[in-house]
T-cell receptor, first 113, second 112 residues
Framework: NAGVTQTPKFQVLKTGQSMTLQCAQD?????MSWYRQDPGMGLRLIHY???????DQGEVPNGYNVSRSTTEDFPLRLLSAAPSQTSVYFC????????????FGEGSWLTVV | TQLLEQSPQFLSIQEGENLTVYCNSS?????LQWYRQEPGEGPVLLVT?????EVKKLKRLTFQFGDARKDSSLHITAAQPGDTGLYLC????????????FGTGTSLTVIP
């Protein structure tokens, strides 16, 4: 089972460059989300989607865009990378929130220099 | 300030000791979950607690949801090196809907 697949696993960007982190899930989950993880801060919600065509902002959305054209895919776009966006990014999916298990991808390590 | 604060942030103990990790918030949660994360991997669900006052046990791990559904605790009995990892509480606030927040995390190291 593929589960949640994120690419790339590692990326180095220069300040001002843009890039897209890809995320795909094969579990037919309606809910998908992106988190960033920084030391001492757990995971912080960037953007989330409750279904195709519906997205919304989380705790730290500035500098990031998302779209959800299909149930399976939920890409995260960095518009103009900044050193403050150096982090580990996790994509996650679940049937819905609350009592359901959230499944995570393996993470994408992003460094902005 | 994050919605879910965990304490302690770091914990290093000897094998066989007991420990408790706390997860606190000023908000009410519909449910709370605990995840464990290994280095280089995404978090993996350990348990979900739903009812205020609920206690769940998973082998040597005991999870409790506060009566007011604003806090939770994880107690590990006789810790083993295999328990080493980052423990994260997480949940959906009762008044926000569709947003799932994670705690600040507790990094546990169990020394053989």
């Amino acid at each position: 089972n593929a589960g949640v697949t994120q690419t790339p696993k590692f990326q180095v960007l220069k300040t001002g460059q843009s890039m897209t982190l890809q995320c795909a899930q094969d579990m037919n989950h309606e809910y998908m989300s992106w988190y960033r993880q920084d030391p001492g801060m757990g995971l912080r919600l960037i953007h989330y989607s409750v279904g195709a065509g519906i997205t919304d902002q989380g705790e730290v959305p500035n500098g990031y865009n998302v779209s959800r054209s299909t149930t399976e895919d939920f890409p995260l776009r960095l518009l103009s990378a900044a050193p403050s966006q150096t982090s580990v990014y996790f994509c996650a999916s679940s049937y819905s929130l609350g009592r359901n298990t959230i499944y995570f991808g393996e993470g994408s390590w992003l460094t902005v220099v | 300030t994050q919605l879910l604060e965990q304490s302690p942030q770091f914990l290093s103990i000897q094998e066989g000791e007991n420990l408790t990790v706390y997860c606190n918030s000023s908000s009410v949660f519909s449910s709370l979950q605990w995840y464990r994360q290994e280095p280089g991997e995404g978090p993996v669900l350990l348990v979900t607690v739903v009812t205020g006052g609920e206690v769940k046990k998973l082998k040597r791990l005991t999870f409790q949801f506060g009566d007011a559904r604003k806090d939770s605790s994880l107690h590990i009995t006789a810790a083993q090196p295999g328990d080493t990892g980052l423990y994260l509480c997480a949940g959906e606030p009762a008044n926000t809907g569709n947003q799932f927040y994670f705690g600040t995390g507790t990094s546990l190291t169990v020394i053989p």
